[in-house]
């Protein structure tokens, strides 16, 4: 069973289109994670999430709506896409936000035509 | 905030060869520090942490020694294999309040045989 599970693995848009991605993990951790990955491979954290609240939010457009129904889930909502939201978007968890051992996703390589 | 430096890729080296990838941080009071490895195709997943000063944490054959008084914690390897190319990140977490990880830029190391 994969611990933090990313769909869908490739997305490939157009401009000015609006797309999610979705985010489980099946450790029952509380706390959840969304870092994008540019093509020079710079990691980057984007949100995060203990228990279904918000607790990180980065310097990152309000395009970008991360939702969370439960704390197994975070889902990351990208509206009017555009050229520059092409990466990598790697999804993540810990137990908790008290800089525990992150586990994450194998990613979802978003491109945007 | 914190940050992290590390040593600019790629690096590539022959199969058996000693490894050493350089990292440093900058830190307010007494952050963990991670190395992350990001297999081709894959999320990252935690190589070895330390916690404190002088602590070394260690796994497949990595180690790596955190060393506040150079604010180092470089990841080396006595000898390499094919399989341990992959791109390699640096990561510290904040002191107090709401932990994130802040990575380095990555380091691909490719082996080969």
């Known amino acids: 069973d994969t611990a933090v599970s990313q769909t869908p693995k490739y997305l490939v848009t157009q401009m000015g289109n609006d797309k999610s991605i979705k985010c489980e993990q099946n450790?029952?951790?509380?706390?959840m994670y969304w870092y994008k990955q540019d093509s020079k491979k710079f990691l980057k954290i984007m949100f995060s999430?203990?228990?279904?609240?918000?607790?990180i939010n980065e310097t990152v457009p309000n395009r970008f709506s991360p939702k969370s129904p439960d704390k197994a889930h975070l889902n990351l909502h990208i509206n009017s896409l555009e050229l520059g939201d092409s990466a990598v978007y790697f999804c993540?968890?810990?137990?908790?936000?008290?800089?525990?051992?992150?586990?994450f996703g194998a990613g979802t390589r978003l491109s945007v035509l | 905030g914190n940050s992290v430096t590390q040593m600019e890729g790629p690096v590539t080296l022959s199969e058996e060869a000693f490894l050493t990838i350089n990292c440093t941080y900058t830190?307010?009071?007494?952050?963990?520090l991670f190395w992350y490895v990001q297999y081709p195709g894959e999320g990252l997943q935690l190589l070895l942490k330390?916690?404190?000063?002088?602590d070394k944490g260690s796994n497949k054959g990595f180690e790596a020694t955190y060393r506040k008084e150079t604010t180092s914690f470089h990841l080396e390897k006595g000898s390499v294999q094919v399989s341990d190319s992959a791109v390699y990140f640096c990561?510290?977490?904040?002191?107090?309040?709401?932990?994130?990880?802040?990575f380095g830029t990555g380091t691909r190391l490719t082996i080969i045989p």
């Open positions: 993540a968890s810990s137990q908790s936000s008290g800089g525990d051992i992150q586990y």
């Open positions: 450790l029952g951790h509380d706390t």
């Open positions: 999430y203990n228990n279904k609240e918000l607790i």
């Open positions: 830190a307010t009071g007494y952050p963990s």
């Open positions: 330390a916690t404190k000063a002088d």
């Open positions: 990561a510290t977490d904040l002191n107090f309040g709401n932990e994130k990880l802040t």
